[in-house]
């Protein structure tokens, strides 16, 4: 049988209660699927900062890159706590993964599951997937401030495009769209942004020639907050900006039914590194310790890794187990672990089309 190495990085906040499900679900669809998962636990984050002073060691990365897949809770204290000011986990740890890794695809899958109450009144078809550029923007960190702390004070944070990142993220959401129903909708700000818009847009022109069989579609970013709320429906594949890309899929998770379902892999698909898997959501900390956080987002992404790794199998249980647990929701209060437990119980049981086969 198959090995994987696994490298769990559980976090703060709700991480932990929801990768402790995350794993239930995963190792109940390994042993079906004639793979084992070898998992190494890195306690990383805010509570680690506040310990030992350290975000992310080089000694941390190196290890954590030789794995060949990352699974990821949430990382981040609650915000305003004094002693984590200055010590930037988001930027020291979750994005200096993103980048170190060159996860240059964040990929964003949204469906309206049947039965799910989500907060548009009829949604109808909902299945789209946000390709949100994952190393560039706004996010690299290129900025500054002078007369800090002054009534003159000037901050800058410039925002990233480069023909090589745009390019590479651009032609993997063609790809993605061929794969899916050949629609494409760029997502930018063209009319004010016009140096980086021009960017995004040309070469989303000069690509989709390579694509004719791709129906190219174009948003401002504001105007496409209106449609994901109107008439998600129409949409197939998003591509975007870091910063856009990151707005967009946490309206996404609210249109879908909540936060607690929309999964994210931070994939780098020319695998010289491994990928990472983590649900949308951050460490929520107004309902750590509950048991109140819905684990789904993270056996989803869950789900992401396992097609990722090319166990399409194992990845169409876990997706199976999960519609089928949203399904029986309705007005149902299930403690974090009560979801997980019956999610994994489902992926290990034969599903009724494989016993029909068996008569
Ligand atoms: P958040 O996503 O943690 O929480 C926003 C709201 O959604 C909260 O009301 C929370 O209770 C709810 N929520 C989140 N996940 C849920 C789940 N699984 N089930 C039910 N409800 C859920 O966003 P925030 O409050 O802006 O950020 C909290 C911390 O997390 C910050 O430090 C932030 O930087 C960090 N963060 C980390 C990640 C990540 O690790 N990938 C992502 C986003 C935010
Ligand atoms: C996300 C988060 C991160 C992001 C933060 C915590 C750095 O919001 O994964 O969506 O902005 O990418
Ligand atoms: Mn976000």
Redesign the pocket.
């Known amino acids: 049988s198959r090995t994987v190495s696994l490298a769990v990085i559980p976090?703060?906040?709700?991480?932990p209660e929801?990768t402790a499900e995350a794993l239930k679900v995963l190792h109940a669809v390994a042993s079906d699927h004639d793979v084992e998962f070898e998992t190494t636990s890195f306690s990383l984050?805010?509570a680690r900062y506040l310990e030992t002073g350290d975000v992310l060691t080089d000694e941390d990365l190196a290890a954590i890159a030789s794995h060949d897949a990352i699974l990821?809770?949430?990382?981040?204290?609650?915000?305003g706590d004094p002693r984590?000011v200055g010590a930037n986990?988001?930027r020291g740890?979750?994005l200096r993964l993103r980048f170190s890794l060159d996860h240059y695809v964040n990929l964003r899958p949204t469906r309206i599951y049947p039965g799910v109450p989500s907060p548009l009144a009829d949604a109808g078809d909902v299945d789209f997937v946000v390709v949100r550029e994952g190393t560039e923007g706004p996010y690299v960190g290129n900025g500054g401030s002078i007369r800090t702390g002054t009534p003159h004070e000037v901050a800058n944070e410039v925002s990233v495009n480069t023909a090589y990142g745009v390019e590479r993220v651009v032609r993997y959401a063609f790809r993605t769209a061929q794969s899916r129903r050949r629609k494409l909708t760029l997502v930018h700000k063209t009319n004010v942004l016009t140096f980086a818009g021009s960017l995004w847009k040309r070469i989303v022109d000069a690509v989709a020639a390579e694509f004719p069989d791709v129906e190219v579609d174009y948003l401002h970013v504001d105007a496409a907050t209106i449609f994901l709320v109107t008439n998600p429906g129409r949409f197939d594949v998003l591509v975007t900006d870091n910063l856009f890309g990151d707005i967009l899929t946490?309206l996404a998770g609210a249109i879908s039914g909540?936060?607690?379902?929309a999964a994210?892999g931070n994939i780098n698909p020319d695998g010289t590194s491994p990928s990472m898997f983590?649900?949308?959501?951050?460490?929520?900390?107004?309902?750590?310790g509950t048991q109140?956080?819905?684990?789904?987002?993270?056996i989803l992404s869950v789900a992401l890794l396992l097609d990722h790794l090319g166990l399409s199998e194992a990845s169409a249980a876990v997706t199976t187990a999960v519609t089928a647990d949203i399904a029986s929701r309705a007005g149902r209060t299930r403690s974090?672990s009560e979801i997980g437990d019956a999610i994994a119980t489902a992926v290990s049981q034969p599903t009724p089309s494989a016993s029909k086969d068996l008569s």
């Open positions: 976090g703060d906040g709700i991480g929801v984050g805010a990821l809770g949430a990382v981040g204290g609650v915000p984590l986990i988001e740890l979750l946490d909540g936060i607690g379902l994210s983590e649900p949308v959501h951050g460490s929520a900390p107004d309902i750590a109140k956080a819905d684990p789904t987002a993270a974090t």
